[in-house]
């Protein structure tokens, strides 16, 4: 098993909501990391949705902002994202990220698929 492990992906209506965690290991901690939640849609790039810094501000693909939020317990050493409003275009593999003095890691992502 990865270091880090998503889950919370599936099948969702347009409009409707879905949570998404990503769960480190033992050896990682995500309070010493900067962590992410990046998509890949088929045929496309992957690409930032949410990135939350250490002691930095959270930061939102423009496509999200407003509908997406994520945070961090590092006490669980867990990361999520929260989907709200989700439309068809949301539809992709989601994977979480994690980065620390120029070494990242992901997860093996977990796919969201939005229908109408």
């Known amino acids: 098993q990865g270091l880090l492990v998503e889950s919370g992906g599936g099948l969702v209506q347009a409009g409707g909501s879905l949570r998404l965690s990503c769960a480190a290991s033992?050896?990682?901690?995500?309070?010493?990391?900067?962590m992410a939640w990046y998509r890949q849609a088929p045929g496309r790039q992957r690409e930032l949705v949410a990135e939350?810094?250490?002691?930095?501000?959270?930061n939102y693909a423009d496509s999200v902002k407003g509908r997406f939020t994520i945070s961090r317990d590092n006490m669980k050493n867990m990361l999520y994202l929260q989907m709200n409003s989700l439309k068809l275009e949301d539809t992709a593999v989601y994977y979480c990220?994690?980065?620390?003095?120029?070494?990242?890691?992901w997860g093996v992502g977990t796919q969201v698929t939005v229908s109408s």
């Open positions: 990220r994690a980065h620390r003095f120029g070494t990242t890691y």
């Open positions: 033992g050896s990682m901690f995500i309070s010493r990391h900067d």
């Open positions: 939350t810094p250490i002691g930095g501000s959270t």
